[in-house]
């Protein structure tokens, strides 16, 4: 085992605090690479690490966060990717005594991967295996990814580094107060998704002080038995007297020292306005408590970008929805041939309101493109619901377009005992992180007994575990027959799914519906099969969800089971069942209109079908005005109604306004001469002294998709560069950023000096630690607490101001 994973076994380490602040107190320049000072002061980096290892810290991190190629390339240093991660690394060294690990810092690249931005997960993963290579060539102990927001970056960044390096890895997002990353993902899905893929210790850092970071590890610890690494702020930041501090003393970093190791926190260090003070005093505290610590059992969750499912276990069975498969569906095989997603999307919607669990992805039919067909299941699914997937191929090279495509820890379907599948299909379970079904057959096709079946599942289970799949990742599909074909058959499927558990402690699966082919009134056989299934222990059914009959069964069965406490969700199904109308199959067959056909393509971001709405809309007459304001504004409209109330989040908002952007464009053409003017020009920067930019650029994209001109300034942005662009552009508005609290002020001299230059524009402000009353008294005209809120109130003031 690794010495750092030896030393976190025995022993609480505690890792440095901040050190882009440090850097900056120390003469980093306004609009310079933090990066960059690994080449041309190497020196000033040396005395920051010397003073945190004089401190006690057990870890270091090397000056490399925003060492990768887009970030480096603001600065133009983008050929320089490999001299400035490396030399991170050594200047570490030389300040490191001779038991300190060196951990190399690896932040996220500012850019968004497809469907919402235009990165593919290919070259995402050129950018990660550039920069991490080097970083391992030099000699970092461990890798840490630090205060990533977008878990499919994260996750892209963690398959590279897997892919380059042997290293422990610790993975670390940023969440805000509501206890959710900036693009939605909660604790609990992240946790997950960077479980499966092998890190070694999870955690979060910055945005929040210890209180809040150790509410954020307890639901971390709810579906993970990995250790955790707490990196929290010195405090909430507080403004006094027009100075913003870090209240949090370091005695106070200390106080959560006993429920974090409680909970089974192995590394703890500091974020912004932490000092090496702060992190003397955490390490010294330590020495108080009982640092033992034994990791609890392990559980199978799959996830997505926003949820969590668990599968096996103590959980009752997962209802994995089996509707998005050709088979037998002449509709939904003619979308896959034409490239359209509208039946995946409405049976996805459909299936998971009908109480699915998971959602079968099948794209399988002839004349298709499977491994394209399923990345745009994926991201279409991904697009409408948070419900984790079961991508069902056995193409390992549609799976593998599907598992870059998918978003968290999926479940692959399936591997068989044949030698082939075994090769091709555990690997991408290893290597994307997912759970996988293992069908109990092998190249001599299903066996006859239970017993014969037991066998096949025992060497899928060795194998997966060869590989370093954990066995609670691993399903057995103990293969339903079609009983009209032979009636004893059944029997022998009852039996291997109790010897399964039994003998291998794994769950299982069936796709329980094949158990009545051919013959009548199907739902009546299946739904006493599933009943049957589900008392021999059935983990997960591959069933029709809008099946009343197989959701009746299982909801009986969960209070037979003693799954459904006081019977509390069946009470719940059918206690006031008499005045709730049956939902007619006509209601939903119900054409809509060409209005809310727009408005449901921008909710739903379907960019591939926006633009023929549009000349479908215009054909049946409609004014480009009204199909502006009657179909695509509404739509845009429910999408912020949505956000508010957290039922979707800023991928979903980004890729509606994309759509609505091709709506737009699609009109523009139609109107020719007819300028479709810009609602205004906003000029965007992040203040000086501040190098956080993600905020700030989500604004940028979704002030240009709503028809503003964008001029975006970057970050670390000095007042008087501000206001020499704002007079040259004519700029009808302002928009200022600042994540750290020590770049506050900056936001109040930038404000300020355009007053006093005599710029007339509207101000806005925004950023992690802006509040509205610090917007008030600093005088900006707007404060937006996000994104959205940022284009509906300067779309507010500017059209007012017409
Ligand atoms: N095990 C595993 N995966 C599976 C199966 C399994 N995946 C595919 C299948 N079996 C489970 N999924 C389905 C999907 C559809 C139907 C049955 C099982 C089905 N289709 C109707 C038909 O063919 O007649 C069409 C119904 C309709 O048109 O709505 O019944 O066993 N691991």
Redesign the pocket.
């Known amino acids: 085992m690794h010495r750092f994973l030896q030393a976190i076994n025995k022993q609480v380490l505690v890792l440095d605090g901040a050190m882009g602040t440090m850097l900056q107190e120390r003469g980093l320049a306004p609009g310079a690479s933090p990066e960059g000072m690994n080449l041309e002061q190497p020196q000033v980096v040396e005395a920051v690490h010397r003073e945190y290892v004089a401190a006690g810290a057990d870890i270091i991190v090397t000056n490399t966060f925003g060492g990768n190629r887009p970030k480096l390339a603001n600065y133009g240093l983008e050929e320089q990717v490999r001299e400035i991660n490396i030399a991170g690394v050594e200047i570490c060294r030389r300040a490191a005594g001779e038991q300190t690990f060196i951990a190399a810092s690896v932040g996220p690249t500012g850019r968004f991967l497809e469907p919402v931005g235009d990165a593919s997960f290919d070259e995402m993963f050129e950018i990660y295996t550039e920069q991490i290579s080097a970083l391992a060539e030099a000699g970092s102990d461990l890798i840490t990814f630090e205060t990533f927001l977008d878990i499919r970056e994260l996750r892209v960044a963690i398959i590279a580094a897997k892919a380059v390096c042997d290293l422990p890895l610790m993975a670390l997002m940023t969440f805000d107060d509501a206890g959710r990353t900036v693009l939605g993902t909660p604790p609990e899905a992240a946790a997950v998704t960077l479980g499966a893929l092998g890190v070694d210790v999870i955690g979060s850092n910055c945005g929040l002080g210890i209180e809040g970071i150790f509410e954020i590890l307890e639901k971390m610890r709810s579906v993970t038995n990995l250790p955790l690494i707490a990196q929290a702020n010195a405090g909430l930041p507080e403004l006094r007297d027009g100075v913003t501090v870090f209240p949090g003393t370091p005695e106070e970093m200390t106080a959560y020292h006993q429920r974090l190791i409680e909970l089974g926190v192995r590394v703890i260090g500091g974020c912004c306005g932490t000092t090496p003070a702060h992190i003397e005093a955490m390490q010294s505290a330590l020495t108080a408590f009982d640092q033992q610590w034994q990791a609890p059992t392990r559980r199978c969750f799959l996830s997505s970008r926003t949820q969590v499912v668990e599968v096996g276990g103590d959980a009752a069975c997962a209802v994995i929805g089996?509707?998005i498969?050709p088979?037998?569906?002449k509709g939904y095989s003619a979308e896959l041939r034409e490239g359209k997603t509208a039946y995946i999307r409405r049976e996805a919607q459909q299936q998971v309101a009908a109480g699915a669990d998971l959602l079968?992805v099948?794209c399988g039919t002839p004349g298709v493109d499977e491994p394209v067909a399923l990345e745009g299941a994926v991201f279409a699914i991904s697009g409408v619901t948070g419900t984790p997937l079961v991508l069902?191929s056995s193409s390992p090279e549609a799976l593998e377009r599907g598992l870059k495509a998918a978003d968290g820890k999926v479940l692959i379907?399936?591997v068989s005992g044949e030698e082939k599948s075994l090769a091709a299909i555990l690997p991408l379970a290893k290597k994307y992180g997912a759970a996988i079904?293992g069908?109990a057959l092998d190249g001599a096709g299903i066996p006859e007994t239970a017993n014969d079946r037991l066998q096949v599942a025992r060497t899928i289970l060795d194998r997966a575990l060869a590989l370093d799949i954990p066995r609670e990742d691993v399903v057995i599909?103990c293969?339903?027959l079609t009983v009209s074909a032979e009636q004893k058959r059944s029997a022998e499927t009852l039996q291997a799914l109790r010897l399964v558990r039994d003998e291998l402690g794994l769950a299982t699966?069936?796709?329980v519906?094949?158990i009545s082919f051919g013959l009548p009134s199907r739902p009546v056989l299946s739904a006493a099969f599933f009943t049957m299934a589900l008392e021999a222990g059935l983990k997960a059914a591959?069933i029709?969800p809008k099946d009343e009959r197989m959701m009746d069964a299982l909801r009986a069965v969960k209070v037979l089971l003693g799954q459904d406490l006081r019977a509390e969700k069946y009470i719940a199904h059918y206690g006031q069942q008499v005045a709730a109308p049956a939902p007619s199959a006509a209601a939903d067959d119900q054409p809509l209109t060409i209005r809310e056909l727009l408005a449901k393509a921008i909710i739903e971001g379907d960019r591939d079908v926006v633009a023929s709405l549009v000349d479908q809309a215009l054909n049946e007459g409609l004014e480009p005005l009204q199909i502006s304001n009657e179909g695509l504004l509404p739509g845009l409209e429910e999408v912020g109604r949505r956000f508010g109330k957290n039922q979707i989040f800023l991928p979903q908002v980004m890729m509606s306004a994309e759509t609505m952007q091709t709506g737009f464009n699609r009109l523009k053409e139609e109107i020719h001469g007819q300028q479709m003017e810009s609602l205004g020009k906003v000029l965007m920067a992040t203040v000086e002294g501040d190098i956080h930019d993600i905020g700030k650029n989500i604004v940028c994209t979704l002030l240009e998709n709503h028809g503003f001109e964008v001029i975006d300034m970057g970050k670390n942005v000095p007042a008087a560069r501000i206001i020499e662009r704002a007079k040259a552009e004519q700029v009808d508005a302002v928009g200022l950023s600042a994540l750290m609290t020590t770049t506050l002020e900056q936001m109040q001299v930038t404000i300020d000096a355009l007053r006093e230059a005599g710029v007339k524009v509207f101000t806005m402000v925004g950023g992690a630690v802006v509040t509205e009353n610090y917007a008030a008294e600093i005088g900006a005209d707007l404060y937006a607490a996000d994104a959205l809120e940022a284009v509906a109130k300067i779309k507010g003031l500017l059209l007012k101001d017409r």
């Open positions: 089996e509707r498969n088979t037998g569906k079968d099948n069902d379907n399936s079904i069908l599909d293969l339903t699966v069936l796709g519906s094949n591959i029709n």
